[in-house]
């Protein structure tokens, strides 16, 4: 059994959406949101068949679209790339030694270089601590949260699309539950406040391509000088 189908237990309630599936397949996502699909799909076996669908069906229309045509010195110069460069270790420590009770999932193992156990986190106040992930592109920013049991993130709004994947934990945010493989998408017509479920702290992965615009004082001051 892979650590995939280790973590694949639970009938995930609220799916990523196919737009984003479709804008992964295409290479079309900035990097942040490439990390949310890569991490969601790891955690939902009916999302994962959802993008190889979607990738089947970009490869037959690849093979409708007319070759361009190549430089004569084309396998030259991809080949001088790939003897110019030097050796690494394609394979990942953590696929060398499966974490089967890893919180989080591969992908974002990855980038972050560890489990919740190893990580360095910033508190941020109210117990809420947090992980940026630099995003290469500019284009949005994903955050590791963590939320302890039974505490309200900060009153807040966005500018964009904030997109949240609980990874342990569950959130409660109006009448509806999230927990591990839940996805929950708010646009900047939103104010929501998610409250962690009692009983454990909530660990999610947020990408926003905006600011998040806090409501309160507080929380405003400390997100300017936070970075948050």
């Known amino acids: 059994m892979t650590e995939g189908q280790f973590n694949m237990r639970r009938n995930v309630e609220h799916p990523i959406g196919d737009e ?3 804008g992964y397949a295409a290479g079309l996502l900035p990097e942040a949101y490439d990390l949310m699909v890569a991490t969601a799909v790891s955690l939902d076996d009916d999302a994962r068949a959802r993008l190889e669908g979607f990738e089947a ?6 093979q409708e679209v007319e070759v361009a045509p190549l430089r004569d010195d084309s396998f030259d110069a991809v080949m001088a790339r790939i003897n110019g460069a030097g050796r690494a270790d394609t394979v990942h420590g953590d696929v060398k030694t499966p974490r089967p009770n890893a919180v989080l999932p591969q992908p974002l193992r990855e980038a972050l270089g560890g489990d919740v156990d190893t990580l360095r986190w910033r508190g941020v106040g109210m117990g ?3 992980i940026v992930l630099a995003d290469s592109d500019g284009e ?3 955050r590791l949260l963590s939320i302890p049991g039974g505490q309200a993130m900060p009153d807040h709004g966005h500018v964009g699309t904030e997109i949240t994947l609980v990874l342990k934990g569950a959130f409660l945010d109006g009448d509806r539950r999230y927990a591990r493989g839940d ?7 939103v104010e929501h ?7 454990e702290d909530c660990i999610c992965l947020v990408v926003t391509d905006a600011p998040l615009r806090f409501n309160k004082l507080i929380p405003r001051i400390a997100q300017r ?3 948050i």
């Open 20 to 22: 984003f599936l479709i």
């Open 183 to 189: 996805v929950e998408v708010a646009d900047d017509a």
């Open 225 to 227: 000088f936070l970075n």
């Open 57 to 62: 069906m970009g490869g037959a229309l690849l």
């Open 193 to 199: 406040m998610p409250v962690a479920d009692i009983g």
């Open 128 to 130: 809420v601590k947090q």
């Open 140 to 142: 949005a920013t994903a």
